[in-house]
């Protein structure tokens, strides 16, 4: 019986071609899996393209709600943010897809699986990372990396075998998008001194084409999970897909960053993220009035952590899990609701409340009703500063232009 081998199907190029290459090169009977992660595609089409170009089998799985409320919104709650600038849309959807690819390989009884990333990227590291560490017996094939076409050879090979090709094949650009996020790379992006054409960006509006007025947007956390805007409760989906439009609008969430690979390369990012840019400002405001500042402290190197070993491809892995303990720990009072404004392309939080909240105000006020008692900060300071004093008279510093 001919091996079955389960492909991350795009209905692009690469893996329209690696569809054929895979029965060409290898023999295998080619299941294609197409995953809606919240991208904006046509997923029939994909379907029936697949069968097109010789697939013996084409799945399609909505998996919104679980990249949401799995990967995306524990991110969120974590704090991860990559290099300080990136939500990691991509990097997030990488671990589900290769979940997904390892169920359907088990439910097909297929011993391979493959995707179409080339090896110059992130991509590649977090399937068969996260492939390894799910079905450390399957086999990983990686096209797009073994073949060694150019762009033009892939064109090529399309035209031979029937392989109609795509009606994007004249976008300079390559794009992935979910509902976290949408990444834009190549083309003129590659000049880092360029700067980005109007045209990469398909989620948010020019600033100069946004409304005159600022617009206001409340969210809703419940333990660090956003689940209502502007006082109307929504599941994770529609409230990305309302806020992507919402903040987009006012052009919030554009991105652009030079980012460090983890396979060594620098290159050029241009992200739009209008909901997770919103939500990544509202979530830190409602923490700032929740946690400690000890709290706020910790949480800050375990975000920085976290955000690595996501864009590491380190999803599946055991210290990604002690983390997250860590996180459902920190969120226990995250509750409350945060006031943002949006305005030509602008954010900023502008009022945030909680129901336990640490902020208090008969401790912060300096009008009347001020309960701090400011004679005790005498006493406070006098030990606060005691190591300091007893060192400066036992170890007194030389009198030194140098050092100050
Ligand atoms: N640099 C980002 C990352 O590694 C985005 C990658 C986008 N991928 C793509 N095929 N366009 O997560």
């Known amino acids: 019986m001919t091996e079955k081998i389960v492909l991350a199907y795009s209905g692009g190029l690469d893996t329209s071609v690696a569809v054929r290459w895979l029965k060409q090169k290898y023999g295998l009977d080619v299941i294609t899996l197409t995953i809606d992660v919240g991208n904006e595609a046509d997923f029939t089409a994909a379907r029936q393209k ?36 990136y939500p990691l849309a991509t990097a997030l959807s990488r671990p589900l897809i ?46 797009a990396r073994e073949w060694g076409m150019t762009r033009e050879q892939s064109i090529a090979y399309a035209a031979e075998h029937d392989i109609p090709l795509p009606m994007t094949l004249d976008n300079p650009y390559s794009i992935d998008e979910n509902l976290w996020g949408r990444s834009i790379e190549c083309g003129i992006l590659e000049d880092p001194w360029q700067e980005p054409p109007e045209d990469v960006f398909a989620w948010t509006k020019p600033p100069a084409d946004t409304p005159d007025e600022a617009g206001y947007v409340e969210i809703g956390f419940e333990r660090g999970v956003p689940v209502s805007l502007d006082g109307q409760t929504m599941d994770g989906v529609g409230l990305l897909i309302r806020l992507n439009e919402l903040a987009g609008g006012h052009g919030i969430g554009r991105i652009d960053h030079v980012e460090d690979r983890l396979v060594g390369i620098k290159s050029r990012e241009i992200y739009e993220a209008p909901a997770a840019v919103t939500l990544i400002a509202a ?6 009035m929740t946690l400690s500042r000890a709290q706020l402290a910790f949480k800050r ?39 943002l404004k949006m305005h030509k392309g602008n954010l900023s939080v502008v009022g945030r409340r909680a129901p336990h909240s640490l902020y208090h105000h008969g401790l912060a006020t300096y009008d009347k009703g001020d309960q701090f008692d400011q004679d005790a900060a005498a006493g406070f300071i006098h030990i606060w500063g005691l190591p300091v004093r007893i060192q400066a008279e036992a170890q007194p510093e030389p009198k030194d232009e140098e050092s100050s």
């Open 283 to 288: 979530h830190q405001a409602l923490e700032t």
């Open 301 to 339: 190197q375990v975000a920085a952590e976290y955000a690595n070993l996501i864009y590491d491809g380190l999803w599946f892995s055991a210290l990604k899990k002690d983390l997250a303990a860590y996180v459902e720990s920190a969120q226990r009072f995250v509750n409350g609701t945060v006031r």
């Open 98 to 143: 290769a979940k997904l690819l390892v169920e359907t390989a088990r439910q097909e009884g297929a011993t391979a699986v493959a995707h179409g990333c080339t090896g110059k990227g992130n991509d590649q590291v977090r399937f068969e990372v996260g492939i390894a560490a799910l079905a450390p017996d399957l086999k990983v094939i990686a096209p």
């Open 50 to 85: 697949a069968l097109r170009v010789g697939a013996v089998k084409a799945l399609v799985k909505d998996a919104r709600e679980e990249f949401v409320r799995q990967y995306a919104f524990p991110t969120l709650r974590a704090g991860a943010v990559y290099q300080g600038v």
